[in-house]
Every structure is written in C-alpha cells, then in structure tokens.
C-alpha cells in the first residue's frame, strides 16, 4: 500500500499536477519533497485510495483524502476537509484536542479519517465546523446567552461567515441587541435590570445573587466599557456558559453556509 506524505509550502492543488492516471510512483515522489504551503488542495481520488498522512502548514488548506485510512494535520489557517455524502452519514469522534475522527457510516466511499487541526468539514449538504474555540464556537455559545436556544443552521452560518471575515464577537453581540427577535425577548426598550436578568436566566439558569447583580448593574451604569454588547459578550464566553454548550457541540457545530 502506498503511503504519500504532503508536506505544504506554497499554493498547490494536486488535481493540477496530476491526472487521475498518475502513477504512484510519480505521486509519491512529489509528495514526500516538502515544497508545498499557502492555501492548498489535496484530492486522493487523483492518485488512488490508499492511506494518506497530509502535513499542512500555514494557509488555509483542503483535504479530501476519500478511500482509504487517511491522516491529515492542517497546521496553522482555518483547513477544511471534504467528504462526498451528507452530513448524518457520517460519525465524528473527538478524541482530544484538536484531533477527530471521521468516519463514513455509508460504506467504503470515504472511510476513516483521523484529523488535526482541522477547522470545518464539508459535506454534501451542511458544514461541520470543529473549531469550538474558534469563531464557530463563538458562534454558537452567543445564541445560548442572547437568545437561550439552539442556533438555526443558516442563521449560524451567516455569523460565522461574518466572524471569519473579521468581525468580532463585540459587533456580532451589538447586531443580535439590534434584532427583532432581542426586542421580541428583552422588550423594545428594557433596562439594565430586564437585560442582566435576563442574561443570568439564559446563561446560569438561575435569578442573580445580590452581590454579583449589584456588581453588574455598578459597571453597566459606571463602566463606559461595559456596554451591553460588551456584557453580552462576557457573558457569552463565560466559563458557565461554554461549559453549558460543551457536551452540545464536542462532535462539531453544524452550520449551512451563506450563498
């Protein structure tokens, strides 16, 4: 069985430099050089199905290793890897870390791969996104303190996107203030007390303790930092608050991405 090693150094994309009908001799002498960075594309299915180990580097590469028992490490920049079924086809396994394993429950089509560092997976109908530190995460856990509910997969996909384009958590807090479903929820105009009760109702599950409350009403009143999409913020990447969505999202976020 042949064993390719991709070591990425610039912008390359194997489908271009081999046809399906490379021999893998050919293959394995291109990969195992370590010339390869930037932002990448790897696609097993033009030199075979055997097992892979793919090293990325820097930039935002992609993996579609199909057939066989691959391995791919996508280093630094947000990697995707891409599988041809549908997202409930698959199972995703953390195993510690930022390493998984993904496995095609359908057949041989994709079999089994063990990722690291790798962001998001594309399927044929959703994106899985596995960076729950990340902007996915993010993503997610201000939907549980804004609005205590599961994201809907489009709108989730919008905010990431967002994120990944560069907007931070303090302006996606202010769009989500700005809504309707925030003025449907908190009132068209509500106070500091409607706000960060509800804040500890969403996040902590509970009514606020008076020395905690008064601690917080003292900096929304005092603090010109502490705006309230600066709070919900907090709240959002509390430590309460990713532990509450953990267990939720340690197999992967699923989004549907825009366009």
Not at 56 to 78: C, P, T
Not at 188 to 201: C, E, G, H, W
């Amino acid at each position: 069985t042949l064993l390719r090693t991709i070591n990425f150094g610039r912008p390359f994309d194997a489908r271009q430099l081999f046809p399906a009908t490379a021999s893998q001799a050919s293959a394995q002498w291109a990969y195992q050089q370590g010339f390869l960075s930037g932002d990448d594309r790897f696609w097993s299915a033009r030199v075979g199905s055997a097992a892979d180990q793919v090293q990325g580097l820097s930039g935002n590469d992609q993996f579609a290793g199909y057939g066989g028992v691959d391995s791919f490490d996508g280093g630094q920049g947000r990697d995707t890897a891409i599988y041809r079924g549908s997202a409930l086809e698959y199972s995703i396994t953390p195993l510690g870390g930022t390493r998984y394993r993904v496995r095609d429950n359908a057949g041989q089509r994709d079999d089994t791969d063990t990722l690291i560092d790798v962001e998001r997976l594309q399927f044929s109908d959703y994106v899985v996104a596995l960076d729950i530190n990340g902007t996915a995460g993010q993503g997610y856990r201000i939907y549980k303190a804004a609005f205590n509910r599961v994201p809907d997969f489009s709108g989730l996909g919008y905010w990431i996107n967002r994120m990944d384009s560069g907007m931070d958590l303090i302006e996606v807090s202010a769009r989500f203030i700005d809504s309707t479903e925030f003025r449907i929820l908190y009132g068209n105009n509500p106070t500091n007390d409607v706000f960060l009760t509800r804040l500890y109702a969403n996040v902590l599950k509970r009514a606020p303790d008076d020395g905690g409350y008064q601690w917080w009403i003292n900096q929304l009143q005092n603090n010109p930092q502490k705006t309230w999409q600066k709070v919900l913020a907090d709240f959002s990447e509390s430590a309460e608050n990713q532990a509450n969505v953990a267990q939720l999202i340690a197999s992967g976020i699923v989004f549907d991405p825009p366009g």
